[in-house]
């Protein structure tokens, strides 16, 4: 049974840093992707970040860039979210995404098979 289990959510003051881990069951393959997408309250779920497996090509959604920085870790499986510079509107629960075989748009929800249970962020002002 694939799993993702994330961790590192809490409660930081703005410009305050996390940093989120994703462990991943799933096989990973070079066409692999893992994402970070987060939903904020009373909003509909969207992308914050997203890696490729084989060449650790990184995207990102505008709102983050520059202090977000995602990561992976081949022998573990598992990717990471690096948040700094944090302002209230990252308040979010913040969900893990896993693709083994990514063939859809990297930025968009459907291209990603699997999901965590999700981690919340909350960034106090």
């Known amino acids: 049974q694939v799993q993702l289990v994330e961790s590192g959510g809490g409660l930081v003051q703005a410009g305050g840093s996390l940093r989120l881990s994703c462990a991943a069951s799933v096989r990973t393959f070079s066409s692999s992707a893992m994402a970070w997408f987060r939903q904020a309250p009373g909003k509909e779920r969207e992308f914050a970040a997203a890696?490729?497996?084989?060449?650790?090509?990184?995207y990102y959604a505008d709102a983050v860039k520059g202090r977000f920085t995602i990561s992976k870790d081949n022998a573990r499986n598992s990717v990471h979210l690096q948040m700094n510079s944090l302002k209230p509107e990252d308040t979010a629960i913040f969900y893990c995404?896993?693709?083994?075989?990514?063939?859809?748009?990297?930025?968009?929800?459907?291209?990603?098979?699997?999901w965590g249970q999700g981690t919340q962020v909350t960034v106090s002002s």
């Open positions: 995404a896993a693709a083994p075989y990514l063939s859809g748009n990297v930025f968009e929800a459907k291209s990603y098979n699997y």
């Open positions: 890696i490729s497996w084989g060449g650790g090509y990184t």
